[in-house]
C-alpha cells in the first residue's frame, strides 16, 4: 500500500507559501481555545453581519427552489445586474458575455493569471500587495517583479517606476485601489498616467483589484478601466465580500474583454463550475437594492480609522499612514529594529509580530507578506472597545523597548 509522505507532494505545493493572514488567524484561534484573551487583527474579514434585505434575499430563493446547478459564468439576473453596476458605479460597459462570476474574487484573480500566463511571463506587481498575488502569479508559472513603495510616498508607485519595469516580457500589471494591506487609494489623475503608459503597450493586461471599492473616504471610486485607452486591456475585478460584507458566501466577479472572460470561464468549467445558486440570487439583489448599510459600515470603518490612526501615532517610534479606504492601517516600525527589552531583540517585523502575539495576544499581520518589511498591517474590522484595547496593549509593550 501506498504510504502517504510529504515526499509524494508536488513541487508547486512545496515551494508555496502559506497564507500569511491565514497562519495568524490560525493561531490566534489556538492561542484563544487555550484560554488566551486573544484579539484578532490579523483577518480582512468585515465585523458587521451581512445586511438582512441580502439574507433574506436568499432565504426566499431557497424557498423557491433556487438550489441547483448554475451556468459556469453566472446567473443571467446576476449578470444583469453587475452589467448595471458596472455602468452605474465605474463607467464601464460591459456586455453580459464579457462578465464571469466566480467562488470569490480570488478565484476571478486565479482565472485571469491561468488564463494568460506562459511560464516566464512576468506580472508586475504594485507593492503593498495583497498576500496571494504572487502566489497566484507563481502557481501559474509567472514571475512577479514587485515594485515596493514606502509611507513617504503614501505606498503608491510612480508611474516612472511602471515604465522602467516593463520588458518585453511583461504581461500583465496587478494592483488593488482602495488597496490591501495600506489602504491607499490611487487618484484619478495617477490611474490615468498608468493607463496612457500601459495603452502603449498593447500587449500588457491591467487587472484591477477593486474589492474595497464601497468602502472609500475620498469619494467617487475611480476605476482605470474606464479610461478609453485601456478599456480593452483592463479586467476589473471586485466582489461582494467587503462592502456588503458577505465574505462567507463566496462570491466574486470580473469584467473584461470578451476573450478573456471566455477562457477565464473555460478554465472555471474544469475546476469549480458555477457558484452558488442562492447566493448569487442573493447577489443580485443586493446591487439593485438599498446600499444604505454599506455606506454605514463605510461611515463605523472611518471613524475607526481616526481613532486608530491617532491612538499608534501616539506610540514612540511608530510611523502612521492616513488609510483613504479599505478597513487596515500599515504602520512603519522599523525604529524598533535591534531593540531590546533585555530579553528579546526585535530584528524585523517578522520579530515584532510574533512578539505582540504571544505577549499581549493581538493578532496583526507581518508587512514581508505584502511586500513591505517595514510594517505590519492591523485591521480595524473590530469594535471600538477592541482596537483600544489592543493598541493600549501594543504601546504598554513597546515601553520596554529601548
Not at 123 to 147: D, F, H, N, R
Not at 244 to 259: D, E, N, Q, V
Not at 305 to 324: H, T
Request: aromatic share 10%; hydrophobic share 40%; charged share 20%.
Amino acid at each position: 500500500m501506498l504510504q502517504t509522505n510529504a515526499a509524494l507532494l508536488s513541487k508547486r505545493v512545496i515551494e508555496m507559501a502559506e497564507s500569511e493572514t491565514l497562519k495568524m488567524a490560525r493561531i490566534a484561534r489556538e492561542l484563544k481555545a487555550q484560554g488566551h484573551d486573544v484579539i484578532n487583527l490579523s483577518l480582512g474579514e468585515p465585523d458587521f453581519d451581512t445586511p438582512i434585505h441580502i439574507k433574506e434575499a436568499a432565504k426566499k430563493a431557497l424557498d423557491e427552489g433556487f438550489t441547483k446547478y448554475t451556468p459556469v459564468s453566472g446567473t443571467p439576473d446576476l449578470l444583469q445586474a453587475i452589467q448595471t453596476k458596472f455602468k452605474r458605479d465605474n463607467q464601464l460597459h460591459f456586455e453580459t458575455n464579457q462578465i464571469v462570476v466566480s467562488n470569490g474574487a480570488k478565484q476571478s484573480i486565479y482565472n485571469i493569471c491561468q488564463a494568460l500566463l506562459n511560464a516566464g511571463d512576468e506580472v508586475i506587481v504594485l507593492a503593498p500587495y495583497w498576500v496571494s498575488y504572487s502566489e497566484i502569479v507563481k502557481m501559474s508559472e509567472g514571475v512577479p517583479v514587485i515594485l515596493t513603495a514606502s509611507i513617504e510616498t503614501d505606498f503608491k508607485v510612480s508611474v516612472e517606476k511602471i515604465a522602467a519595469a516593463i520588458t518585453d516580457r511583461t504581461k500583465m500589471l496587478l494592483f488593488s485601489s482602495p488597496c490591501n494591506p495600506t489602504g491607499s487609494v490611487y487618484s484619478r489623475e495617477e490611474l490615468k498616467q498608468i493607463a496612457q503608459l500601459i495603452s502603449q503597450h498593447p500587449n500588457i493586461i491591467i487587472v484591477s483589484d477593486e474589492i474595497y471599492e464601497y468602502i472609500n473616504f475620498e469619494g467617487d471610486h475611480v476605476s482605470i478601466g474606464a479610461f478609453e485607452e485601456v478599456k480593452n486591456q483592463t479586467a476589473t475585478v471586485n466582489g461582494f465580500s467587503k462592502g456588503f460584507s458577505m465574505t462567507g458566501w463566496r462570491l466574486g466577479y470580473i469584467g473584461a474583454p470578451k476573450w478573456l472572460a471566455d477562457a477565464c470561464s473555460k478554465i472555471q468549467g474544469q475546476v469549480t463550475s458555477g457558484a452558488t445558486s442562492f447566493g448569487q440570487k442573493a447577489a443580485a439583489y443586493a446591487l439593485l437594492a438599498e446600499m444604505k448599510p454599506t455606506y454605514e459600515m463605510r461611515e463605523a470603518f472611518l471613524k475607526r480609522r481616526d481613532m486608530v490612526r491617532d491612538l499608534l501615532s501616539e506610540i514612540p517610534g511608530f510611523k502612521v499612514n492616513n488609510p483613504k479606504g479599505a478597513f487596515y492601517i500599515f504602520p512603519d516600525v522599523s525604529a524598533y529594529f535591534g531593540k531590546s527589552n533585555g530579553v528579546t531583540t526585535l530584528h524585523s517585523v517578522d520579530d515584532f509580530c510574533d512578539y505582540i502575539l504571544v505577549n499581549t495576544y493581538v493578532a496583526v499581520v507581518s508587512g514581508t507578506a505584502f511586500g513591505e518589511p517595514n510594517c505590519f498591517r492591523l485591521s480595524y474590522a473590530a469594535s471600538e472597545v477592541q482596537l483600544q484595547n489592543a493598541i493600549a496593549r501594543i504601546a504598554e509593550a513597546m515601553k520596554q523597548f529601548n
